[in-house]
C-alpha cells in the first residue's frame, strides 16, 4: 500500500501527532525541531505539511515543497501563508477556524467583564501594592447593557448566547448570514451599522479583509455613546490603533479589551501605556482543549486532503466565502465526498459528471460542479495533483463532461444534492444533505434509501431481496476476520443495497467470498 506523506513543521499537541503516528497509509515526518533551512529539504516530498506561526508557507517554501499537495495552517490565522503563491502552484490552504471557538469566546467574555469591573487594576492595587480600597473599584453592570456584535459567525453567535445569559440586550451586524440564525436566539438583526454604534458595548468577530480592515475609525467612534467599551479578540487591525488611543485617552472610550493587535508582539505598542485598557497577547486559542482540538483537527484534515477525499476549510477556493452564506461550505465538503464515492464504486473511464441540486443550494451550481469534479477524478487520477483550481480544465482535456442544473424542490429536505456519474460502465448517483447546519448526510445511493455518515471504511452489496442474505455476509466479515461497526439496508423494488461500515481493510478476497454469494449482484469497497 503507497503512503502520503505529512510532515508537520512546528508545534502541535500530541494528540494530533498520535494521529498520523497510527494511521496506517500515512509516513508521518516530524520536522518541528529543525531550522527552517533544513526544513526546505525534509518538505521536498511531502504531499501535506502542517505550519503554525512559526514557518513562513512563502515563495521559497513553495519551490522546495514540488510534490505539496495542501498546506494545513494549524489554527485560525493564516497571515504566514503565500496565498497567491499557494494558487499558482496549485496548492491547497486549509486552516483550522472552529478548534478555538469556545477559547476565544471565552476570553472575550473575560475581556468584557474585566473592563465593566476593572478587574486587572483592582487585583494589582491589592496583590502588587497591598493596598485595600474599595472605593477605587466602582464597577458596572452588564445586566441591562445592550452589545452590539459585529460578525455572527461561530464567535460572535456564541458572545451572543453568553451575553444573554447576562439577561443583556444583544443586536448584531452580519450581512453574511440569514436574520433567522439571529432572531431564532432572540437577538436584534440589524443591516444599519450605526444600530451598533449605539451600543454601550462593542465587539467585533469577523475575519481581516480589504472590508473589514480599520472598520471602526475616527468616524465610528464619533457616533459611539461617551464612555463606550470596545472589545476584540478577533484580529489585529479591525480598530484604527490611532482612533482607538486618542478616543481612550480623551475618555469618549471608557475601556477597551484587546487581545490583538496590528503588529505583534505589541510590546511597544503605545496603547499599553493607558490606564483604561485591559490587554493579553493573543491568548484566544490557549487553552489546553482549544490546543488540542486545533492539533486533532489539523491532523485528521491533513490526512484527508492527502488521500484527496476532501479538503475542510480551503482558503484560495474558486469561491469568494465570504460572499457565500454559511450554508453553503458544508454542501461543497458533501458533493466532494459522494463523487469520491461514486468513483470507487466504478473505476472505469468518466464521460460525465452531473449535478441535480434541490432548495438553495441550487443557486451554486458552479462551485457544486468543481467539488463535484475534484471528487471524482481523485482516484483516476491517483498520480497528478487535482484540486479546486484546475480541476474544470483537466476535466476538460480529459473530455468529461460536467453539467449541472437546479430541480425542483419535490423531497421533503430543505437543500438536497444529487451527483451523477456517468462512465463507459453505466451512471451511478448519490444524493446527500446537511441536518443542523453541519451534519453531512448521504440519503440514497441509486435510489436505495439510506441514512449515512460519509466517512470510514465501507462495503457496498448489492443483492437479491431474499431471507438469509445478511447473515451470509455477517460470517463471510467474521470469518475474515473483519469487525462490523454499522450495518444500513436499504430497498426498493429492485433488490437490496447493503452498506457496511467496518473497521478494518478489506483484501481482494474477501470481496472476492461476497460476491460469489448466491444472491449478491455487485460489491466494492470505498474509502471516505
Known amino acids: 500500500m503507497s503512503k502520503h506523506t505529512v510532515v508537520v513543521c512546528d508545534h502541535i499537541h500530541e494528540s494530533g501527532l498520535e494521529i498520523l503516528k497510527t494511521t496506517s497509509d500515512i509516513n508521518y515526518v516530524y520536522a518541528a525541531d529543525i531550522d527552517k533551512i533544513a526544513l526546505l529539504d525534509v518538505i521536498k516530498d511531502a504531499d501535506v505539511c502542517i505550519t503554525r506561526s512559526s514557518t513562513d508557507v512563502d515563495q521559497k517554501f513553495l519551490d522546495a515543497a514540488t510534490n505539496l499537495k495542501a498546506v494545513v495552517r494549524a489554527g485560525v490565522g493564516y497571515d504566514n501563508v503565500d496565498m497567491e503563491g499557494c494558487s499558482k502552484q496549485g496548492v491547497i490552504a486549509m486552516n483550522v477556524p472552529t478548534a478555538n471557538t469556545l477559547a476565544a469566546t471565552e476570553l472575550t467574555m473575560t475581556h468584557m467583564l474585566s473592563c465593566m469591573r476593572k478587574m486587572p487594576y483592582a487585583h494589582a492595587q491589592l496583590k502588587d501594592q497591598r493596598i ?30 453568553r451575553a444573554k445569559g447576562f439577561e443583556m440586550n444583544v443586536v448584531t451586524y452580519d450581512p453574511y448570514i440569514d ?71 480623551s475618555g469618549k472610550i471608557a475601556m477597551a479589551g484587546i487581545d490583538v493587535f496590528n503588529k505583534e508582539p505589541a510590546i511597544d505598542n503605545p496603547l499599553l501605556d493607558l490606564p483604561n485598557i485591559i490587554v493579553t497577547a493573543h491568548l484566544g486559542a490557549n487553552t489546553v482543549e482549544s490546543q488540542l482540538k486545533i492539533a486533532t483537527q489539523a491532523a485528521e484534515n491533513a490526512i484527508e486532503a492527502a488521500r484527496g477525499i476532501g479538503y475542510p476549510h480551503a482558503l484560495n477556493l474558486p469561491i469568494d466565502e465570504s460572499k457565500i452564506p454559511a450554508f453553503v461550505k458544508p454542501y461543497l465538503e458533501l458533493t466532494q465526498k459522494m463523487a469520491f464515492l461514486i468513483a470507487q464504486m466504478d473505476k472505469s473511464a468518466i464521460k460525465s459528471i452531473k449535478i441535480e441540486a434541490e432548495g438553495e443550494i441550487g443557486d451554486y451550481l458552479d462551485s457544486l460542479n468543481t467539488f463535484a469534479t475534484v471528487g471524482a477524478l481523485t482516484t483516476a487520477l491517483s498520480n497528478e495533483k487535482i484540486n479546486y483550481v484546475n480541476a474544470t480544465f483537466i476535466a476538460d482535456e480529459k473530455n468529461i463532461k460536467l453539467d449541472a442544473s437546479k430541480v425542483a424542490n419535490n423531497s421533503g429536505y430543505k437543500n438536497k444534492v444529487t451527483v451523477k456519474i456517468t462512465t463507459t460502465n453505466g451512471v451511478n448517483s448519490v444524493s446527500g444533505t446537511i441536518f443542523n447546519e453541519d451534519v453531512q448526510r448521504i440519503i440514497a445511493i441509486n435510489n436505495f434509501i439510506m441514512d449515512i455518515e460519509p466517512s470510514g471504511k465501507m462495503i457496498l452489496v448489492t443483492n437479491s431481496d431474499i431471507p438469509g442474505v445478511i447473515g451470509e455476509v455477517g460470517k463471510t466479515l467474521g470469518d475474515s476476520s473483519i469487525n462490523i461497526s454499522d450495518f444500513r439496508l436499504g430497498r426498493n423494488d429492485a433488490g437490496a443495497l447493503a452498506v457496511i461500515l467496518v473497521d478494518n481493510e478489506v483484501t481482494k478476497e474477501t470481496l472476492t467470498k461476497l460476491e460469489n454469494l448466491e444472491a449478491a449482484t455487485s460489491v466494492c469497497f470505498v474509502k471516505i
Not at 183 to 209: A, Q
Not at 224 to 242: F, H, P, S, T, W
Request: charged share 30%; with cysteine.
Open 132 to 161: 485595600w480600597k474599595r472605593e477605587d473599584w466602582y464597577g458596572q453592570e452588564l445586566f441591562g447593557k445592550k452589545l452590539g456584535v459585529i460578525g455572527f459567525g461561530n464567535i460572535g453567535h456564541r458572545v451572543a448566547l
Open 179 to 249: 436574520s433567522s440564525k439571529a432572531t431564532d436566539l432572540d437577538v436584534t438583526y440589524t443591516t444599519n451599522f450605526d444600530d451598533i454604534l449605539d451600543c454601550d458595548i462593542i465587539t467585533i468577530h469577523t475575519p481581516k479583509n480589504e472590508e473589514t480592515l480599520g472598520m471602526i475609525s475616527e468616524e465610528e467612534i464619533a457616533k459611539m455613546k461617551d464612555g463606550v467599551i470596545l472589545i476584540n479578540c478577533a484580529r489585529g487591525g479591525l480598530y484604527d490603533e490611532k482612533a482607538l488611543f486618542n478616543n481612550l485617552q
